[in-house]
Structure formats: structure tokens, C-alpha cells
């Protein structure tokens, strides 16, 4: 058993078959160097997030921290604010996308979110939202 290199279950010592212990390749024949990964069986079947490990958009972490941060020194204003800002910083990551499959290479994805979302947030708070209060005042809309 220590030589079997598959992906059924390994028996251990004196239990049976079925408790659950996945089997791992053991040795390589003393061809592999370290850090080398043995090849799939000739018929496996690469799961599908072995498929698209390679493709897709990848946003790190500290993209979401800005965005949040931003969205929540909005939210201390009033709800215009906080959703033309969230809107900003989608549109901004859109912009980002368009861009990203015009030019085909990697581009950073927070310049347009955060400028986006740093100009709606001032232009909210020093425009709109004193706008939409007098009209509120002034009983123009309920």
C-alpha cells in the first residue's frame, strides 16, 4: 500500500478500508525533484476549479478595504450619498473591465473606482444633497 499512488481510500494499520483516509503519492521513483507535481492519471478529469484557476479576474483584498471605506465615510452623511457612491465605484469597475478587454493586460482596479467614487461623494454631499433638502424644506416633493 505505501507504493499505491491513487485516489481511492487507504486502509490503516489494522482498520479496514473505509475509514477515510485519502490516499497521497508516497514515492516518485527518485526521478521527481521537490516541488515537482506528478502528472493527473492518464483518465482524471481536472475539476472545474482546476479549469478556470488560470482564467478569470482576480480583485485582491485590499481593493474591497478602499471601497469600504469609502462607502462608509459616505455613509455618515445621508443614503444620496451612500448609493452614488456605491454606484460610482461600480461604474468605476466597469471602466476598469472595458478597459481590461481593450488593452488585454493586467490593469490595477481601484484608479477609476476610487476617483470615480471620491468625485460623486464631493459632488453629492456639496450639491445634491443640500439641493434635495431645500427642495424637501420647501415641500416640492414629499
Known amino acids: 500500500n505505501a507504493e499505491y499512488m491513487g485516489t481511492g ?23 521527481e525533484r521537490d516541488g515537482d507535481v506528478a502528472p493527473p492519471p492518464v483518465g482524471a478529469r481536472p475539476s472545474p476549479l482546476e479549469r478556470s484557476a488560470g482564467r478569470g479576474l482576480k480583485l485582491g483584498l485590499g481593493d474591497f478595504i478602499f471601497y469600504s471605506v469609502l462607502v462608509a465615510h459616505s455613509a455618515v452623511n445621508d443614503w444620496i450619498t451612500v448609493f452614488t457612491t456605491v454606484v460610482a465605484i461600480l461604474m468605476g469597475l466597469l471602466l476598469t473591465l472595458f478597459c481590461l478587454a481593450m488593452y488585454k493586460r493586467a490593469l490595477p482596479a481601484l484608479p477609476f473606482s476610487i476617483a470615480l467614487g471620491i468625485v460623486f461623494y464631493f459632488v453629492t454631499r456639496n450639491v445634491i444633497s443640500p439641493y434635495s433638502l431645500t427642495l424637501s424644506l420647501n415641500g416640492v416633493y414629499a
Open 9 to 31: 481510500l487507504m486502509a490503516s494499520p489494522g482498520g479496514s478500508e473505509d475509514d477515510g483516509v485519502p490516499l497521497v503519492p508516497m514515492s516518485g521513483g527518485g526521478n
